[in-house]
Each structure stands twice: as structure tokens, then as C-alpha cells.
């Protein structure tokens, strides 16, 4: 069994902003990390994390990407590691600045990039080719878009993090806030 999960960090965009634009409500009530359809967490350096099941939630949507970006920035990740798809993008001043994707029915090497991605991203896909050079068995490229969101937020799904505690996110649910969760204007 694998992670299905979409999240987006947001730094400089308040919270209650965040999460009008996402259509969520927050709620007392606290959780695993990921277990529960929506959660989150603040995070170091300035950073709110918000988790969705499914790698394909509404919540990375361009329009809501588009909307929250307008006040700070954000990175959105989306994680398939049932076909070892992954995804993470860059948003701010409303327009998406990059974005990199690896899907491994492309090949175990695949990668797409669109924008311009940050100087780091060519020392994790020489660190990634060198890997897959010592083992083929393993999907190392997967971790690439993943490694790089983490290298700007602090924040990847299967890692632990100092300040994080899995066991204590927030649940939000979502349709109970200003906007429903389809709802983008």
C-alpha cells in the first residue's frame, strides 16, 4: 500500500485566506497525518502544510493555486505511489514559476519541467541518475519533484520532520467555509 495524497504548503498567506480559497472549515479535532480527508499543520520558517487524500484533490487545482498565491507562496505536491507518479509546482504573484513532474509509465527516468525551477533541481536529478546508475530496481527519479518542494518548504510526505508531529494535525472539512470546495471566484 502507497501514499494517494495532494498537499500545498502557503507561507505569507494567512490562514482563514487559505483555507476560503481551499472551501474548508476548520474543526477542534486532531489526527494522523493524512488519515482523515483533509489535515494540517503549521510548519517552520513561516510555512502552513495542508494534506488532502487523493493525488488528485481539488485542493491543487490551478484556479485555487492561482487565487492563493496572489497574497504569499505556494508549493503544491501531488503523490501517486500507487504508479509512482509525482508532482511539485511553485506558485506566487498568481502565476505558477515552475513546475516538475516524473511518471514512471513514461520511463524510470522520465521528468518534465516547465518555468524555471530552482538551481537546485540539477544537483537532485545528477544525485537521482547517479543513484539509478547503482540500483535500477529502485524509482529513484519519483523522489525528484518531492525532494525539491522539500529543499524550499521542509516538508515530504515519507520523511520525518523536526516540529512536525504526525499524530497531531488539524482536520478540516471541507463546503462548511465561505466558498464550497469547487467553488473558485
Not at 22 to 42: H, I, N, V, Y
Not at 84 to 90: D, G, H, K, T, V
Not at 129 to 144: A, I, K, T
Request: aromatic fraction near 12%.
Amino acid at each position: 500500500m502507497g501514499y494517494s495524497i495532494a498537499w500545498i504548503a502557503t507561507r505569507g498567506i494567512p490562514l482563514d485566506q487559505a483555507l476560503i480559497a481551499a472551501g474548508l472549515s476548520s474543526t477542534s479535532t486532531l489526527a494522523e497525518f493524512a488519515s482523515k480527508p483533509f489535515t494540517g499543520q503549521a510548519m517552520r520558517h513561516g510555512w502552513y502544510l495542508l494534506v488532502a487524500k487523493g493525488c488528485d484533490s481539488p485542493l491543487i487545482a490551478s484556479k485555487v493555486l492561482a487565487e492563493l498565491s496572489t497574497s504569499g507562496e505556494v508549493i503544491a505536491c501531488a503523490i501517486e505511489e500507487h504508479v509512482m507518479f509525482s508532482s511539485a509546482e511553485f506558485w506566487q504573484g498568481g502565476h505558477r514559476i515552475w513546475k516538475v513532474a516524473h511518471s514512471s509509465d513514461k520511463g524510470i527516468r522520465h521528468l518534465s519541467s516547465s518555468g524555471a525551477p530552482p538551481a537546485s533541481f540539477q544537483d537532485i536529478v545528477a544525485e537521482a541518475n547517479r543513484l539509478q546508475e547503482q540500483d535500477s530496481e529502485v524509482d529513484y527519479f519519483f523522489d525528484v519533484p518531492l525532494t525539491l518542494a522539500s529543499k524550499l518548504c521542509g516538508f515530504k510526505h515519507d520523511e520525518a520532520r523536526d516540529g512536525l508531529n504526525p499524530e497531531q494535525f488539524l482536520v478540516y472539512t471541507k463546503g462548511q467555509g465561505h466558498k464550497k470546495w469547487w467553488q473558485f471566484w
